[in-house]
């Protein structure tokens, strides 16, 4: 035991100095680990006038990187394949950046510079390299699109943090901003959140938020933020309360988010169900990081016990993660494309009153990329489908609707499925009338992402009964 415990914190000691290397407040940056042929980062040390067949390779090899990260990938400007920060001088770094925005172009991409540091900075010669996110919708999809479930004790301010991103203003301090996304009167009595709900979270393809509340172009519907956005984040509110802790891991493994966001209140600490909810997550392998909030209620003293807790929370045994507080813009960005290791938890403290950190949080999903690869998206496409149903519904003019999660292979407009099994093992034929994604409708639903399904002609009692007793599951028809 007292082995493990000391190459843990070896582990996270060279963990913290890698991503803490060359922070905003060093004139100066460590070199990177070599680069690697798969994933969706690329290092060039310069792109100045390539030939006609040098900048069809490179448009190529943008394809490659950008298909590995699901349509996002992080260019390294002025860095060697081994790692080693060169740098370029002013002139060299604008015409690499031309040089990339126009491989971008080529493929109907977009680019956004996320950081630049200092390598060296001699007077005579001063050089710089460059990180920039180079973004492509899918052709198959209208946006990127990402799911991510929120986590924590009660009165944790979760559902506040959320009106606060998905409104775009901030809370009066007596919760207002969580008035909207409360689904039962109860709710809005107690302030506690007792079941699943939905919030959309857009970014365009400059990283600019798209929320209901816009201010320049008023309120927009879902359908006007799934239109604008480049990239889309369904944000998954979970009860925090002890005794709905069943409907928070029903959530949990209904929806398969791809990552989840633990919040804790700095006034209370580590309490409640906090530690239940991050060893579900862990439980099914569900990527989390951590939201301090709360951080104007509480003096310097109670933040710190708050996060002396919380980092030996991380680093014990049970789970064996590496905290990184994220202090700044660039702290957001780094925990960001690191977060594909696993063993990295970020944690932002942040305020939805004062908005004091909100920056950084929204910074981090921006950049923060799918988690599962290529390979294995298509290998589940391949499969047959299943459909795991959650929920059941009974819409005007339309008729038996049910909401859910597509576990593997693909389900289009009109596709006939099996519906079962029942309490005595039969299926029973149906067929997809209509489909529903983002509250906008859609013609088909791939692995992984949540949608709702019209059924033709099924009763819904006889739905309603089997979902009771048993998972629902929609099964394409194996010849």
Known sequence: MEVDKQKLDLESKSAVETLTAGSADDSRMDNLPPEVEEGNIEYKLKLINPSACRFEHLVTQMKWRLREGHGEAIYEIGVEDSGLLAGLNDVDLQA????????????????TILRQRVVSDCQVDKKTACEVLVRKVPDDQPF????????????????????????????????????????????????????????MLGFNSEGEVITSGDTQKGCLTAEEICSNASKLITLIDL?????????????????????????????????????????VAMALHVPIFVVVTKIDMCSNSMLLRCMTQLHQLLTGLGCKKVPYDVQCIDDAVTAAVNFNQGSICPIFQVSSVTGENLDMLKKFLHVVPPLHTTHEQEKLIQEHAEFQIDEVFNVPHVGTVVGGSLLRGIVREHDELL????????????????????????????????????????????????RLLINLILQRISF
């Open 419 to 466: 519906l079962g099994p029942s309490e005595n093992g039969n299926f029973k034929m149906v067929e997809i009338t209509s489909i529903h994604r983002n509250r906008s409708p859609c013609r088909i639903v791939r692995p992984g992402q949540a949608a709702s399904l019209s059924l033709k002609e099924i009763d819904r009692s006889v739905l309603r009964k089997v």
């Open 96 to 111: 690499s950046l031309h040089t990339l925005r126009r491989m971008a172009q080529k493929l109907g991409a977009t680019i």
């Open 239 to 279: 009860a925090g309360h002890q005794k709905y802790i069943k409907t928070t891991i029903c959530g949990l493994t209904g929806y398969s988010p791809d990552f989840a966001m633990l919040v804790i209140s700095a006034n209370t600490g580590i309490a409640g169900t906090t530690k239940e909810h991050l060893g």
């Open 144 to 199: 990127i699109d990402l799911k991510l479930a929120v986590l924590g004790n009660v009165d944790g301010g979760k559902s506040t943090l959320l009106g606060v991103l998905t409104q775009g203003e901030l809370d009066n301090g007596r919760g207002r901003a969580r008035l909207n996304l409360f689904r039962h009167l109860h709710e809005i009595q107690s302030g506690r959140t007792s079941s699943i709900s939905h919030e």
